[in-house]
């Protein structure tokens, strides 16, 4: 039995921070950083069945296309996502009742649609990125043993920057998801695909100097967008993948992450249109999820 410290339920049952029940959120599940960002994901339904708040935790579940559809926003960083998908995945894999995990796990599908900024000078604001692995520098991932990591990524990066002489503040921990179906078959030369960088926060941890210098220092970042290994090369930054792509594989679910790019960093530029590419992005995500 899971203890009640462990796995906390409020007075009427539902999971401690989603504040959600069994039955309330479908088995394909878009997640997104920004709370307001759910509504317009849901405004595209056919039906709302449901909508819970919960702190930063906005839950919408319908149906579009016949397809059962939740999003819930995770807020910002892997923290959170931490809460959210141990959350979710407890609502379809463990007996709340009994308090007990189930004999036979149910597989969830998790498309995160997120904002990003771009790495490299070459590709362009507004585009959108499908992550092909997750780089975390977020601190998450050590504290689960049993997530599936790439090491050899990881140990081709630490090589590449220690060959300029250079050196990541936190050691890199790679993953890869299983991604669903309608992405594997794909023709991956229509889409940008490449690593996302996992920030653990916006400014310093991403690069950005405002009134505190940061480890990543112009030549460790110039490194780090020339770090290439097979077809791969760091594409954009964001805080949010890493955590979902480790943490969903780990528990056996599918999962993808597509970034709209509003800032490139490389180049010092940002999005005059990041509520049309945003639109795009969802439009986007929708289609996969439903018109396939
Ligand atoms: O637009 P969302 O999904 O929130 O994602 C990005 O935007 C936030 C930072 O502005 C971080 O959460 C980052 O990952
Ligand atoms: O540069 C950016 C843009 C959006 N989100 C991030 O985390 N970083």
Known sequence: MIAPSELILRPRGSVYHLDLLPGQVAETIITVGDPERVGEVSRRFDRV?????????????????????SVVSTGI???????????????????LHRREVVAEPVALTFLRLGTSGSFQPDIPLDTVVLSSAGLSLDGL?????????????????????SQDGQALPVPPVMVRPQLP???ASLDPA?????ITLTAAGF?????????????????LLEALRKFRQEDLRIT????????????????????????????????????????????RLIDYGLFLLTDR
């Open 236 to 279: 954009n930054i964001e805080m949010e993948t890493a955590g979902i792509y480790a943490l969903a594989s780990a528990l056996g679910h599918r999962s993808a992450s597509l970034s709209a790019l509003l800032a490139n960093r490389a180049l010092g530029t940002f999005s005059r249109q990041p509520a049309t590419t945003v639109d």
């Open 77 to 95: 960083g892997t923290d959170n996502v931490d809460i959210v998908i141990n959350e979710l995945d407890a609502l379809f894999n463990i007996d």
């Open 49 to 69: 069945e449901l909508r819970v708040e919960a702190r930063e935790f906005v839950t919408h579940t319908g149906d579009l296309n016949g397809k059962r559809l």
């Open 141 to 161: 991932l050590p504290f689960y043993p049993s997530i599936p990591v790439d090491e050899s990524l990881a140990t081709a990066l630490t090589t590449h920057l």
């Open 203 to 219: 400014y310093a941890p991403q690069g950005r100097v405002l009134r505190l210098p940061t480890a990543l220092t112009p030549t």
């Open 181 to 183: 179906d309608f992405l």
């Open 190 to 194: 229509r889409l940008t695909a490449g």
